[in-house]
């Protein structure tokens, strides 16, 4: 079993819809999460982190933390086809391990 | 955010030669910083971790000997592809950490390719 397992897509969300993300670990330790977007052929950056159970929004981005599940998730509202790219979800607990990554495509 | 700056952004270069890679932070002081690998439609791969003023600590299945990692200032960390083959084309990625363990702070990446 992967420590940080995401599907690696693509999931195809049209202009305007919600794409959900999930994600979900293994190490019941980890205390930090965060949301990593990758552009095709561009190095990652951060775009959301969440430490504590429950929901954290940051524009159209809301994060969800459910550590009795061991699950982390991103909602991305109204998307857009700029928000077309890889999204890593990343679990800090004695290290920091990286999901695979799930793609998501916005179509217009 | 920390800004991190890497370069080169893309090399070519031989099979058997040796090709070196900078990492710098820009506009703070990184006393860790760590070295990804990623290879198309793969997901990142820590390679190790520079410590300035230290050895790097190297993950397991990385050769330390073919993969030499300098951190001689608290803004500039080097990787050096020792002998490059073929197989060691990939993206490679340094980052550095904020003021939050987790909380990443990635260069631009150096596309190698070897001939």
């Known amino acids: 079993q992967k420590e940080v397992e995401q599907n690696s897509g693509p999931l195809s969300v049209p202009e305007g819809a919600i794409a959900s993300l999930n994600c979900t670990y293994s190490d019941r330790v980890s205390q930090s999460f965060f949301w990593y977007r990758q552009y095709s052929g561009k190095s990652p950056e951060l775009i959301m982190s969440i430490y504590s159970n429950g929901d954290k929004e940051d524009g159209r981005f809301t994060a969800q933390l459910n550590k009795a599940s061991q699950y982390v998730s991103l909602l991305i509202r109204d998307s857009q086809p700029s928000d077309s790219a890889t999204y890593l979800c990343?679990?800090?607990?004695?290290?920091?391990?990286f999901g695979g990554g799930t793609r998501v495509l916005v179509k217009p | 955010g920390a800004v991190v700056s890497q370069h080169p952004s893309w090399v070519i270069c031989k099979s058997g030669t040796s090709v070196k890679i900078e990492c710098r932070s820009l506009?703070?002081?990184?006393?860790?910083m760590f070295w990804y690998r990623q290879f198309p439609k793969q997901s990142l791969m820590l390679m190790a971790t520079?410590?300035?003023?230290?050895?790097?600590?190297?993950e397991q299945g990385v050769e330390k000997d073919k993969f030499l990692i300098n951190h001689a200032s608290l803004t500039l960390s080097t990787l050096t592809v020792t002998s490059a083959h073929p197989e060691d084309s990939s993206f490679y990625i340094c980052?550095?950490?904020?003021?939050?363990?987790?909380?990443?702070?990635f260069g631009e990446g150096s596309r190698l390719t070897v001939l």
């Open positions: 990343a679990v800090a607990g004695n290290k920091l391990t």
């Open positions: 520079s410590n300035e003023g230290s050895k790097a600590t190297y």
């Open positions: 506009d703070f002081q990184a006393t860790t």
């Open positions: 980052s550095a950490t904020g003021t939050v363990a987790g909380e990443l702070f």
